[in-house]
Structure formats: structure tokens, C-alpha cells
């Protein structure tokens, strides 16, 4: 039995026994390990240990003078809402709409077959060949130059219809191709 009362386990003595050979000390760590310090390194240890405990020991005074003042000092009273007459009450205006977005070309602006320059505003419809403003184009984040689709909302519409009457119709059977059963 060791001095403070508690056996010690084969492995705590043999730590103990390593420890006195090597002339370190041996130090508890984790869940009931043994680690094997210098000596100078366990002085280090209590030092910190010693402050750590000093340090706890202020902060839990501190924290007592804490209570002490909160429960001797008047609670604050509390200041009462003014009352804004309805005729003073003003409703909130509504948040401003940002301003449309105007695309910065770093390239040549487009220009029709006649040489006409196209507005920095407007865009070339790639089906009806129209130069609308920008809002008659549906936006179209992979479109690097304006941020639109090429085609105008209505042409895209159009088309969308066109394409969905043709595969709702049955593709015409070839009579010519069929081979004869023998």
C-alpha cells in the first residue's frame, strides 16, 4: 500500500520503478495512465496546477461579489413607450426597385447585316431577327455576352409549341421497306 491509502496496480509500480531508474517522475494522465516525466517537467506541471487552482479560486470570489451587488442593487426602471399620435404615424414607403441591369461589353457591340449598330439596351431575336429591348429576352445565366436567350420570350414560346405538336404526331410508316415472309 502506497502513503495516501490506495494500492497501487503492477502497472503503476512498474512505472514508479522505471521512473526512479531513469531519475523522472512518474505523472498521471488521461483515465488513470501513468506517464513518465522529467523532473523538471513535473516542478512545471504543479506550478500550473497551483495557478490554475489560484486563478479558480478569484474567479468564484469575483462571481460572489457578482450576486452580491446584483441582489443589493435597484432594478432600473423601465421607460415608458411614447405614444405617437395617428395623424404623426407615417407609413413606410415601399423599398425602390433596383435599377435594370445594364451589361458592360468589353467586345464589339453587335450590328445588323446593314451595318446598323444594335443598342447596348436591345438584342437581336435569332428566329424573327427583331431588335427588342433586353426585357422581351428570358434570362440565361450560361450566356456570357448579355445574360439572355437568344430567342425572344414569344419566338421561345412558338417554338416550345412547334416542337411539342411534331412529337405528338406519329412518325408515316414506310410501306416500301417491309421484307416479304417466305
Not at 441582489?71 to 423601465?78: D, Y
Not at 405614444?83 to 464589339?108: G, M
Not at 443598342?119 to 429576352?137: D, I
Not at 434570362?139 to 437568344?150: E, F, H, L, M, T
Amino acid at each position: 500500500m502506497s502513503a495516501t491509502g490506495t494500492q497501487l496496480t503492477k502497472g503503476q509500480r512498474m512505472a514508479a520503478e522505471i521512473a526512479e531508474q531513469l531519475g523522472g517522475v512518474a505523472v498521471r494522465s488521461g483515465s488513470g495512465g501513468m506517464r513518465l516525466v522529467s523532473n523538471a517537467e513535473a516542478e512545471r506541471r504543479k506550478l500550473i496546477d497551483a495557478a490554475r487552482a489560484e486563478l479558480e479560486q478569484k474567479e468564484q470570489a469575483a462571481k460572489a461579489l457578482d450576486k452580491e451587488a446584483d441582489a443589493t442593487a435597484q432594478p432600473a426602471k423601465a421607460k415608458k413607450a411614447k405614444r405617437i399620435p395617428a395623424a404623426l404615424n407615417l407609413v413606410p414607403t415601399p423599398k425602390a426597385t433596383p435599377p435594370a441591369r445594364v451589361f458592360s461589353f468589353d467586345f464589339k457591340p453587335l450590328k445588323l447585316k446593314d451595318g446598323a449598330d444594335i443598342p447596348a439596351t436591345h438584342k437581336q431575336c435569332s428566329r424573327c431577327k427583331q431588335v427588342l429591348p433586353l426585357e422581351a429576352f428570358a434570362s440565361d445565366k450560361s450566356n456570357k455576352r448579355d445574360g439572355r436567350y437568344g430567342m425572344d420570350r414569344r419566338c421561345e414560346r412558338e417554338a416550345r409549341q412547334a416542337k411539342l405538336a411534331q412529337a405528338a404526331t406519329p412518325a408515316p410508316v414506310k410501306k416500301g421497306n417491309k421484307k416479304k415472309a417466305k
